[in-house]
């Protein structure tokens, strides 16, 4: 068995769209980055990264290659997913968290476990959790100025 754990942080800007979990949740602000900026998957692609001793999300997949500017996160999760499989590790499975003030992500997390167990191939729900908190208020996540998100993943061995 491997655990890994992951943390991603963008700022909230206008006119970006908000994507998380692969889903675009409605808001007057986007998260800034230079793929779609989706800090949960991004949180999950490090932190299988980490369970598998090979770096972090910007090694892999750099901010200044111009091949994953506006990139759909969940490409690049299905590339490290393959990574993963290559080096013997099946998803036993993930733990995350989207931290943020507002907007409030309730009825959108699970459309966002359907798709990420759907890109990951879970079968099991329980094999993807996610939530949401906020800050009540503190640091720049509770003022509104950006949306962090941690994972944790347990990998075993393929059988």
Do not use: W
Request: proline fraction near 4%.
């Amino acid at each position: 068995m491997r655990v890994g754990q992951g943390f991603d942080v963008h700022r909230l800007v206008p006119e970006r769209r908000l994507v998380l979990g692969g889903v675009t949740v409605p808001y007057e602000l986007g998260l800034l980055g230079h793929s779609d900026a989706d800090v949960l998957v991004h949180a999950i692609i490090d932190a299988l990264l980490g369970a598998i001793g090979a770096g972090d999300i910007g090694r892999h997949f750099p901010d200044t290659d111009p091949e994953f500017e506006g990139v759909d996160s969940i490409k690049l999760l299905q590339i490290v997913l393959k990574m993963v499989r290559e080096a013997g590790y099946q998803i036993a499975n993930i733990d995350a968290t989207i931290i943020a003030q507002k907007p409030k992500f309730a009825e959108y997390i699970p459309l966002m476990q359907q798709k990420l167990c759907q890109a990951i191939g879970i079968l099991n729900k329980t094999g993807m959790n996610i939530k949401a908190t906020t800050t009540e208020g503190l640091g720049f996540t509770g003022n509104g100025e950006g949306i962090a998100a941690m994972a944790v993943v347990l990998l075993e061995e393929n059988k």
